[in-house]
């Protein structure tokens, strides 16, 4: 239960404040923060606030966005994220969550796009080695390919991180983006060494209306949690275990009551 | 233009007969069947209808959903299954499209399901030999991993026809499915000789409400029809082109009007 992370998105309706305090209530030694409310508290009072309460930052998420095909918004992408970069660091995070980007407005060259993401990383590792901020890379579910991450493999993502030190770009596992995938088992062992952060959630049926909101609770669907968690350890991963629901039920129900229930499907689907 | 197949889905309120007359129309030479509308037109009757209209039947869909874990379901499954093998060789389609089946209720165990996958492909092949009706496993998007097809991709699909003779066992290259997959190019290469159906509807953006009506008509969406026509033929095929749409507003509209569009986009964006 140690290894427990409160996702800040989980809890989405909570300032920085209140869900360091819910954590603090809820025994959670650990947070996953997200830039938007962190930029509403300041970076400065959210460090301190995480600090001052204990806890460990798992992750701040998040970075990326980096398919533009060139010029200003290219490189406004990458000054932006140079400045997650910065406030990860501020914040003590453990890594900076990256979701690279989808297909640019009217594009259809998804190899091109990947070639993008390959090189806007290579740009960003100097920034990252400086400031000591692991660039986690998350592969997102293929039915995000088009509009927000053209990475939709783990040994995808792997690909990439290669390219460059374990201590400037590592992979995110998250179980609801790769369970499906055949090929999971070799992948998590391959990224022994890479993994930054190990994030659950479940894929429910049916499919919510929503894509951006179709998480479901542990539990509450079709994933095997402790067969991907015995992978992830067995790759030598030993950090916080991040719950990461965006749901539009689990964001209208009292945040308290969404920690709690959490806290008791984490005890009996993943540990 | 002459390879272009209609699948019936595309005009999913048109019976068998009115299908046929649709395409005939049209100039259509070529039409992918589904199992219940046949059922409703008679099977013998279905297959005099195009048989007399001089059109190709470039599929029949569907069989598949095989997870089912043991006794008497998997079972009528094997012999549905069967049935749809002799339904397919009277119509003299070129294949069977195997949509396998997702996770049995309740059972969160993936590889346990894609492993009976395999084993009821191997107790269907005898039969299929028998007909001379190709089995054509169809990799689906991950989207549907849950609770329609566990395969998810096409390597995964030729991981399984590979034990078999190529004549018994094939795979379906269907658009949809396959875009997102960053192995896409070095697994159609891997399934030269294997083709049995190339199928081809876009991926649209934002997702529709219903996951099983997201598919959009060629040039509403973000794939690159043109590359994977390429690597298919680069991998000698040279069958029919089949496009299914399933998404509730084309099937809301004319029929007549949605085939008219159908080929002017298959000439846009495919050709």
């Given amino acids: 239960?140690?290894?427990?992370?409160?996702?800040?998105?989980?809890?989405?309706?909570?300032?920085?404040?209140?869900?360091?305090?819910?954590?603090?209530?809820?025994?959670?030694?650990?947070i996953g923060l997200w830039r938007e409310p962190v930029h509403d508290a300041g970076v400065a009072k959210s460090a301190a606030l995480v600090r001052?309460?204990?806890?460990?930052?798992?992750?701040?998420?998040?970075?990326?966005?980096?398919?533009?095909?060139?010029?200003?918004?290219?490189?406004?992408a990458l000054d932006d994220n140079r400045r997650a970069i910065d406030e990860a660091a501020e914040l003590?995070?453990?890594?900076?969550?990256?979701?690279?980007?989808g297909l640019p407005e009217g594009d259809r060259d998804l190899p091109g796009a990947r070639a993008r993401v390959a090189g806007g990383i290579a740009e960003?590792?100097?920034?990252?080695?400086?400031?000591?901020?692991?660039?986690?890379?998350?592969p997102m579910h293929p039915l995000y390919c088009a509009d927000r991450g053209v990475l939709s493999t783990l040994g995808q993502a792997l690909d990439i991180a290669e390219q460059h030190p374990a201590s400037a770009v590592g992979v995110v596992v998250d179980t609801f983006h790769v369970w499906w995938?055949?090929?999971?088992?070799?992948?998590?062992?391959?990224?022994?060494?890479?993994?930054s952060s190990f994030q659950v959630c479940d894929w429910i049926t049916p499919f919510p209306g929503d894509a951006l909101l179709s998480r479901g609770m542990m539990g509450d669907g079709h994933i095997d949690f402790r067969r991907l968690r015995?992978?992830?350890?067995?790759?030598?991963?030993?950090?916080?275990?991040?719950?990461?629901?965006?749901?539009?039920?689990?964001?209208?129900?009292?945040?308290?009551g969404v920690v709690a229930l959490m806290k008791q499907r984490y005890a009996d689907h993943v540990l």
């Fill in 230 to 256: 015995r992978l992830v350890e067995d790759a030598g991963y030993d950090g916080d275990i991040e719950v990461e629901i965006f749901n539009a039920d689990v964001w209208a129900a009292d945040p308290d």
């Fill in 92 to 101: 003590g995070a453990s890594c900076l969550v990256m979701v690279v980007g």
């Fill in 124 to 138: 960003l590792v100097p920034h990252a080695l400086e400031r000591g901020i692991q660039l986690a890379l998350e």
């Fill in 52 to 76: 001052d309460a204990g806890l460990r930052v798992s992750s701040l998420c998040r970075g990326g966005f980096i398919t533009a095909i060139g010029g200003e918004e290219r490189r406004r």
């Fill in 181 to 195: 995938d055949p090929d999971v088992e070799r992948q998590i062992a391959r990224a022994a060494g890479r993994i």
């Fill in 1 to 30: 239960m140690r290894r427990l992370s409160l996702n800040q998105k989980t809890t989405n309706s909570w300032s920085v404040a209140q869900a360091v305090d819910g954590c603090v209530r809820a025994g959670i030694e650990s």
